[in-house]
């Protein structure tokens, strides 16, 4: 009895260990600067975990669960600004023609 609750105890701990594990990936930035992406993704990456990066290449430091939700959050906040073409017509004023 006792060696099935050891057993038990080790493979909750283990599973508690698996569970905070966290993972580093690096994220490319297409469209946004690291210093307009850090503020963002700070709040999110949780306790133990870090944002950091270089030029447009964040270092993301969180568990899996949180990187998703980080790679979520860059996917829509990371795209490409809308074009926004502005035209401008000329109308000549037709009493000042016709003088």
Do not use: C, W
Request: glycine content about 6%; hydrophobic content about 45%; cysteine-free.
């Amino acid at each position: 009895m006792l060696r099935h609750l050891i057993a038990l105890l080790l493979f909750l701990q283990a599973i508690t260990a698996a569970a905070q594990a966290t993972i580093t990936e690096v994220i490319p930035l297409g469209y946004r600067s690291l210093h307009e992406m850090v503020p963002n993704v700070q709040p999110l990456v949780g306790p133990g975990g870090s944002v950091s990066g270089l030029r447009d290449q964040m270092v993301v430091t969180t568990t899996p669960a949180r990187m998703a939700e980080i790679r979520k959050v860059l996917e829509k906040l990371d795209a490409s600004p809308e074009r926004l073409v502005i035209s401008v017509r000329r109308k000549r004023n037709v009493q000042a023609q016709q003088r």
